[in-house]
């Protein structure tokens, strides 16, 4: 069983910096993505960094240049660091971690963090 434990969020001032970290138990089979998404209260989940399993990466255009993804493959852990953080950042944070044999894979998520930018 997939479980994934995330840390890291918390309440910081406009301008300031959070690193959020998700690890991975129960790894069998290769990643094959591993990534973070973020739900502000009364708005859709959407993505905000991924990375896959060639190291390629993908960020949402709203946290370019301020948020960085990473990864650890050998502690299956994924990493968010935040910089310059807005109160529009303010959301729950989800990791979530593409999982499988070969020809697919399933999608498990973490519990969420909540990260709270104060003005």
């Known amino acids: 069983q997939v479980q994934l434990v995330e840390s890291g969020g918390g309440l910081v001032q406009a301008g300031g910096s959070l690193r959020l970290s998700c690890a991975a138990s129960?790894?069998?089979?290769?990643?094959?993505?591993m990534g973070w998404y973020r739900q502000a209260p009364g708005k859709q989940r959407d993505l905000v960094a991924s990375?896959?399993?060639?190291?390629?990466?993908n960020y949402a255009d709203s946290i370019k240049g301020r948020f960085t993804i990473s990864r650890e493959i050998d502690k299956n852990t994924v990493y968010l660091q935040m910089h310059s953080l807005q109160p529009e950042d303010t959301a729950v944070y989800y990791c979530?971690?593409?999982?499988?044999?070969?020809?697919?894979?399933?999608?498990?998520w973490g519990q969420g963090t909540q990260v709270t930018v104060s003005s």
């Open positions: 129960g790894i069998i089979f290769r990643i094959k993505a």
């Open positions: 979530y971690v593409d999982h499988g044999p070969t020809n697919w894979a399933t999608r498990y």
């Open positions: 990375i896959t399993s060639d190291g390629t990466i």
